[in-house]
C-alpha cells in the first residue's frame, strides 16, 4: 500500500465500532454526521473516504437550504442560529 505510517491502533468494540481520534479527525475535517464511502481493498485492509457533500448544503438541525451560517464546519440557517444564541 505504498508509504503507509503506523500512527495509531485502537481496538474494535462489541458493536462493532473503532474510534478515530480526535487528532486524525481535526486533520482531516472529518466531523460528527459526515458520511463515508467504505472500499474493501485486499485481505485486512478497507479505506474510508468522506463521501460527496451535498451540491446545496442544508441546516444541520432543520433541513433547509438557506444556510447562510457555519459553526465549526456545520452548516446552520439563521431561524437556527438565533434560536441557539437564546439559549
Known amino acids: 500500500?505504498?508509504?503507509?505510517?503506523?500512527?495509531n491502533t485502537r481496538t474494535l468494540d462489541?458493536?462493532?465500532r473503532i474510534v478515530i481520534p480526535?487528532?486524525?479527525r481535526a486533520k482531516l475535517g472529518w466531523g460528527a454526521g459526515?458520511?463515508?464511502?467504505?472500499?474493501?481493498?485486499?485481505?485486512n485492509t478497507i479505506m474510508l473516504q468522506?463521501?460527496?457533500?451535498?451540491?446545496?448544503?442544508?441546516?444541520l438541525l432543520?433541513?433547509?437550504s438557506e444556510v447562510t451560517e457555519t459553526i465549526k464546519g456545520k452548516n446552520i440557517c439563521v431561524p437556527?442560529?438565533?434560536e441557539m444564541k437564546k439559549d
Not at 1 to 7: D, E, Q
Not at 34 to 43: A, E, K, S
Not at 50 to 59: D, G, R
Open 34 to 43: 459526515d458520511t463515508f464511502d467504505m472500499y474493501y481493498v485486499d485481505g
Open 1 to 7: 500500500m505504498g508509504n503507509m505510517k503506523l500512527i
Open 62 to 64: 432543520c433541513g433547509v
Open 80 to 82: 437556527c442560529f438565533e
Open 50 to 59: 468522506l463521501a460527496e457533500k451535498c451540491a446545496t448544503p442544508t441546516c
Open 14 to 16: 462489541d458493536l462493532g
Open 22 to 24: 480526535t487528532e486524525i
